[in-house]
């Protein structure tokens, strides 16, 4: 079964230092990969998405993430966090449903930054 | 253009109480998701309509139906309530079942069940 781990569920960094947030899949084919933020009381917003091409995905907000076959891995990076970035962060794979054409998205169960000032 | 908006925003139930949660897009999107947010366990997929008329199982639809009758709307229906059920709800929609569609979500609709 397709599925989504998020190591970290709490992270803390300080305002300025850089940020890596972990994603890893299993999956048997070719994966889409998505990373979704929710600010506080908010629905969840696209950040970035791979699904061709560069493994280097650039994302809104200033995000970037690196998609490793070898390592199953989508972690998603930002070389300064500022105070604003604290939200949780949902890293999410789309796949095929058994039978048919359609998709649907499986998330991991989040990683909540929060930032100190 | 609203995007996709969600009634009501906050909801407290009884046990054994009915009710129907709406979530309406103005993208004319075919593809509309209803999912419920439990702390840790991440989103997890209710039910989904492929376009009006017709609507499908997620991987959580015990205790729910719902209902495509118009495009633009998507109902989630909770006919008896259970403390279970006290979850954040989320609606989101896609312009099509494209594999790298990305999802456009409402704001949430969030619900106890005492």
């Known amino acids: 079964a397709q599925s989504v781990t998020q190591p970290d569920i709490h992270i803390t960094v300080s305002e300025g230092a850089s940020l890596e947030l972990r994603c890893n899949y299993s999956?048997?084919?070719?994966?889409?990969l998505f990373w979704y933020v929710q600010s506080p009381g908010q629905g969840l917003q696209l950040l970035l998405k791979?699904?061709?091409?560069?493994?280097l995905v650039q994302g809104i907000k200033g995000f970037e993430a690196e998609f490793k076959r070898s390592q199953s891995s989508f972690n998603l990076r930002k070389p300064s966090v500022h105070w604003s970035d604290a939200a949780e962060y949902f890293c999410?794979?789309?796949?095929?449903?058994?039978?048919?054409?359609?998709?649907?998205?499986?998330f991991g169960k989040g990683t909540l930054l929060t930032v100190n000032p | 253009n609203a995007g996709v908006t969600q009634t009501p925003k906050f909801r407290v139930l009884k046990t054994g109480q009915s009710m129907t949660l709406l979530c309406a897009q103005d993208m004319n999107h075919e593809y509309m998701y209803w999912y419920r947010q439990d702390p840790g366990m991440g989103l997890r997929l209710i039910h989904y309509s492929v376009g009006e008329g017709t609507t499908a199982k997620g991987e959580v639809p015990d205790g729910y139906n719902v209902s495509r009758l118009k495009k633009q709307n998507f109902l989630l229906g909770l006919e008896s309530a259970a403390p279970s059920q006290t979850s954040v709800y989320f609606c989101?929609?896609?312009?099509?079942?494209?594999?790298?569609?990305?999802?456009?979500f409402g704001p949430g609709t969030r619900l106890t069940v005492l």
């Open positions: 999410a794979v789309t796949h095929g449903i058994s039978g048919g054409s359609n998709y649907k998205l499986t």
């Open positions: 791979y699904f061709s091409g560069d493994t």
């Open positions: 999956y048997g084919a070719t994966p889409y």
């Open positions: 989101a929609s896609t312009p099509r079942q494209g594999v790298a569609d990305t999802q456009y």
